[in-house]
């Protein structure tokens, strides 16, 4: 009976992504075709002269009617046409595919590095409030939202790379010394792990800590102050008290019964953190020369790829969603709670 | 009942709100220190382009890349501009786009949240759909697109964080509006005759400020990176223009070679601002509600 509600309910959940989709759709719609300018110029690149902007907008059907583009917009997207980059002339979903595993693997990794840092500091001070580590917690937070992404990546870049000279150049995924390790799943470290081939794997690793710093530390604020929150609450809690006077072990009580139940809230909030990071990866991917899709966008960006932009923003948006989506399913399946009064 | 009562009581509440004030600084030091740096970075906004000691665009072949010195305090870049005018010039541009960011989406933001909260029905779904839509985006690569989109000036990265700011505020004074709806002043203004815009202009709105104000507060904070973000990536500001998130992308390509000065400083002066905003919202959502303190 359970699983029945559990599964009614992420299938709503699934049907509430679909109103969020449409309306990408329709703004990124509205950003290729119904801002000011002349959006076939804008396609045809700077270098075209009138005959070929003329010849792009029948190309392109922009002078038919909007609703009528609107429909073929559509269609191209769900057949997962996303337009041709005018500067490589690669189709732009083709483009975004291959370099999705490199944004993917820096992100994550970075996730999870944040993650182990700032869950059990986010623990430690919500166990002693106004002690010091609940002081370094809450300079650590201010700090950390204060921190341009770009700017702490340099400063990283500086100390590590210039001064200590313990890290790699920034340029890239990978030395050019090595080969890229055959694919399986586009993460160099993983896949060079499979091929058994642990020098690319140092090699790769080494490439990833620096931009992956980065972005931790950038993530690191809301997930630890989340983390110290919830956690006070659930520590305050009835059940905590109940917990204690049945005189069960403090580690029992903190992490079995509290931390289990804080943990709930700070899964949710994961979306807004996505939310920051995958812009903040733009940045931090120009900074370190990482060949992800944000690096992509920017290169775009300088010779005013439109279409290569815009598809760009619809990956991350739909990304984004998707993203939700997972964690609010993960959700769902992990609280005992969902669907017990129904 | 004299006749300066009104005023007697204005004046009374003036006070106790400003001993309020005078006691939440004393007892928070930190506060006090994000006031004092909040002046600091809208005093060189103002006064910066008076007290720079270079001009700010002023090239100068011999002295390219001369790290800091008594005679250039923060260095010169490689067109032996001085870094300390520059950065203390960028103050002014910095801070107008993300003050014109946040007002715009402040005025927008609260009057769609507003009517909705207050109204309810058809406009709270236009409301809702239209926040949750813009939500749906990564926001800043909304904000890339937007000015990818729009064209790549200044105007537009005002717009586009403009824009992405939006849905903060329409949500929080729909949630603010909403709870005071139906409260007993509410009831009491409508019986004395209130047209119901009137009620919600004058009677609820001005309730809701003082958590829009902490919002607004940790906003320009976040409104400062972003547009900074934007210019490091290439967007709105073009050289020679100075601003800080363009000058630590003119800076990044020299400090794989050592010469950090150029990228530190100007980056150093944004985080400052940055923190100083972030400080003094947490203060200002102390001095507001004590209760909501995480």
Sequence with gaps: MALGVKSRLILSRLAQALPALAGIVVVTFILTRALPGDPAAYFAGPAADARSIAQIREQLGLDRPLPVQFLSYVTDLLQGDLGRSISTGQPVAEALMQRLPASLELTLFALLLSALIAIPLGVAAARRPDSWVDQACRLLVTAGVSLPTFFTGLLLVYVFYFILGWAPPPLGRLDLIYLSPPQVTGFFTIDALLDRDFATFRAALAQLVLPAMTLALFTLAPIARMTRASMIQALGSEFIRTARASGLSERRIVYTYAFRNAMLPVVTTLGMVFSFMLGANVLVEKVFAWPGIGSFAVEALVVSDYAAVQGFVLAMAVLFVLLNLLIDVVYTLADPRVGMEG | ?294
């Design chain 2, 1 to 294: 009942m004299s006749q300066s009562s009104p005023s007697v009581q204005t004046g009374l509440r003036i006070t106790r709100a400003l001993g309020h004030a005078r006691y939440a600084l004393a007892a928070n030091p930190v506060t006090l220190c994000a006031v004092l740096l909040f002046m600091f970075v809208l005093g060189c906004a103002i006064f910066g382009p008076m007290l720079a000691p270079y001009d700010p665009l002023q090239t100068n072949g011999a002295m390219a890349l001369k790290a800091p010195s008594w005679q250039h305090w923060f260095g010169t870049d490689q067109l032996g501009r001085d870094v300390f005018s520059r950065v203390l010039v960028a103050a002014r541009l910095d801070l107008t786009i993300a003050f014109s960011a946040v007002i715009i989406a402040f005025i927008i933001g609260s009057t769609m949240g507003a009517v909705a909260g207050f109204f309810g029905g058809w406009s709270d779904l236009a409301v809702s759909r239209v926040c949750d839509t813009i939500m749906a985006f990564p926001l800043f690569v909304l904000a890339m697109g937007i000015v990818a989109a729009a064209g790549n000036s200044v105007i537009n990265i005002v717009y586009a964080t403009a824009l992405i700011n939006i849905p903060f505020y329409a949500r929080m004074a729909r949630a603010e509006v909403n709870v005071r709806r139906n409260a007993g002043f509410v009831h009491a203004a409508r019986l004395a005759g209130n047209s119901e815009w009137r009620l919600l202009a004058v009677h609820i709105f001005p309730n809701t400020l003082p958590p829009m104000m902490v919002q607004v507060s940790l906003n320009l904070g976040w409104a400062i990176l972003n547009a900074a973000g934007l210019s490091f990536i290439g967007l709105g500001v073009r050289p020679p223009d100075a601003e800080w998130g363009i000058m630590v992308a003119e800076g990044a390509n020299f400090i794989v070679s050592g010469e950090w000065w150029m990228a530190l400083f100007p980056g150093a002066a944004l985080m400052l601002a940055v923190f100083s905003f972030n400080l003094l919202g947490d203060g200002l959502r102390d001095l507001v509600d004590p209760q909501k303190r995480t």
